[in-house]
């Protein structure tokens, strides 16, 4: 079970953390995905993280530079730390991961994420002056 928070109203430069708190699974062992949808636009992948002793993170080009992923396994938790927020950044913001038996995971800037096994509710996140 994922569940993302940390969403809000922010103006335009502005900063958000979202968090995600896992339970109820191996969670050290998963990638850890965030995605996004804005109203009448797909679902697109934000940034990613493997499993701890991979060290990999990735992000899409938009948010390369304003968005930092972390995880701190000892607390099963994901962050998303947001900074220089854009009116285009405003979207319904997801957590997801990766079940580590899949071919899926954190390889490469996140497309979708649709190989993503678990999922979250999402945390509105609305760049606005």
């Known amino acids: 079970q994922l569940q993302a928070s940390g969403g809000g109203l922010v103006q335009p430069g502005g900063s958000l953390r979202l968090s995600c708190a896992a339970s109820?699974?191996?969670?050290?062992?998963?990638?850890i995905g965030w995605a996004r949808q804005a109203p009448g636009k797909e679902r697109e992948g934000v940034s990613c993280i493997s499993k701890s002793s991979s060290g990999r993170k990735f992000y899409r080009d938009s948010v390369e530079g304003r968005f930092t992923i972390s995880r701190d396994d000892a607390k099963n938790m994901v962050y998303l730390q947001m900074n220089n927020l854009e009116p285009e950044d405003t979207a319904v913001y997801y957590c997801a991961a990766a079940d580590p038996r899949s071919r899926y995971g954190c390889y490469g800037p996140p497309a979708r994420l649709g190989g993503y096994s678990h999922w979250g509710q999402g945390t509105q996140v609305t760049v606005s002056s």
């Open positions: 109820g699974f191996a969670f050290d062992e998963y990638a």
